[in-house]
């Protein structure tokens, strides 16, 4: 049996035996249910792309700065748009980098950035709809549309940072429908990044271990630790090395629930519990400002003990949910 990381040199106890409760996900996450079939065979053709920028059915996905358009948050119902016919050729016009996503059924969608415009309103009809942080959005279901927004803002954001090749600082020409960049200068090619990052619950008897991070936008949140995963490192062992560096708990077994894409900027969330092994927290305060062992009441109260869980749209969320709903 291989010892969990900080354990090294100190036995585990006899009596220790894993304690596996498997916890399925309930449902798929936010983001993760893409209408999409990617047809990556046909990034290639250029002469099939090209009588698909221009065919009237198209649907082109505009984002502006790294944010989505969205109609229908004020009412509650948020709801994708998506630009075809002649405004869609409008935002052809416009010159900026574009990509191809896939087929939805007979129609093609592609991702537009318009970042370069001032003010994107003009390039769109009137009242329909306002650039919003696809994160503010509120989904608290998955939904389609919002796959497809987080899928182009995912790929544009990456080749807007890849215009300069990595090896030798040439410039970068964009091939395969906006999937590969080549260096004009050395031909390296450069496909689009994604960083796996893992993010986990804690559990140890009755209680969950969550965190408030330097980094949270709300100071009463509190939520699942998470990492990104370091070269040579399995995805467990990233979950242990990282639950001991931020809260100082050794953790035992580990186990997959599921994964979500997270855009934000590039990474895709690899959900797993742990059993935790020990109590005692030990925070590393460069990264987190309070680790705490929460019961169970605590989280299903938890604004009458004064503290906020992450949002819906997270695998943070869902994971904390899917752990109370075994109970």
């Known amino acids: 049996m291989r010892l969990p990381r900080g354990t090294v040199g ?10 596996v409760t498997v916890i399925l996900a309930s449902r798929p996450n936010v983001y993760s249910s893409s209408p999409l079939d990617r047809v990556g065979m046909r990034r290639e053709d250029s002469a099939w ?30 709801e994708a748009v998506f630009i075809a016919g002649e405004a869609a050729a409008a935002l052809r016009m416009h010159g900026g980098p574009w990509a191809f996503l896939g087929m939805q059924g007979e129609q093609a969608v592609f991702a537009a950035d318009i970042s370069a415009a001032d003010d994107p309103v003009p390039l769109l009809p009137e009242s ?20 497809v927004l987080a899928h182009a803002r995912g790929l544009l954001h990456w080749r807007a940072r890849h215009r ?5 600082g040439g410039v970068c020409d964009v091939r395969s429908a906006g999937h590969v960049m080549v260096c004009t200068a050395c ?7 994604t960083d796996p990052a893992v993010i986990m619950l804690i559990t140890r008897g009755d209680s969950a271990l969550l965190g408030h991070s330097q980094r949270f936008p709300r100071a009463n949140m509190y939520s699942t630790l998470a990492g990104f995963v370091e070269p040579g490192e399995t995805l467990e062992e990233a979950v242990r090395r990282e639950v001991f560096e931020e809260a100082g708990i050794q953790v035992g077994a ?12 590039g990474n895709i969330m690899l959900g797993f519990y742990g059993e935790g092994l020990t109590e005692a927290i030990t925070i590393d305060p460069e990264e987190m400002i309070d680790v705490r062992w929460f019961s169970r009441d605590q989280i299903r109260d938890c604004e009458a003990h004064d503290f906020a869980l992450p949002r819906a749209d997270s695998i943070a969320r869902r994971l904390i949910e899917d752990w109370m709903a075994a109970a």
Not at 128 to 138: I, T
Not at 164 to 168: S, T
Not at 254 to 265: A, G, I, K, L, R
């Open 10 to 19: 100190r036995a585990l106890s006899p009596q220790w035996k894993p304690v």
């Open 49 to 78: 792309i090209e009588q698909q920028l221009v065919h009237p059915d198209t649907l082109f996905v505009p984002v502006w700065r790294n944010r989505n358009l969205v109609r229908g948050m004020d009412e509650g119902a948020p």
């Open 128 to 147: 329909l709809g306002k650039f919003v942080d696809l994160r503010s959005v509120g989904w608290g279901v998955p939904r389609p549309e919002a796959a």
């Open 164 to 168: 300069f090749c990595g090896v030798c």
């Open 187 to 193: 031909e390296a090619q450069h496909f689009p990044r």
């Open 254 to 265: 580990v186990h997959y629930h599921s994964s979500q894409p997270w855009p934000f900027p």
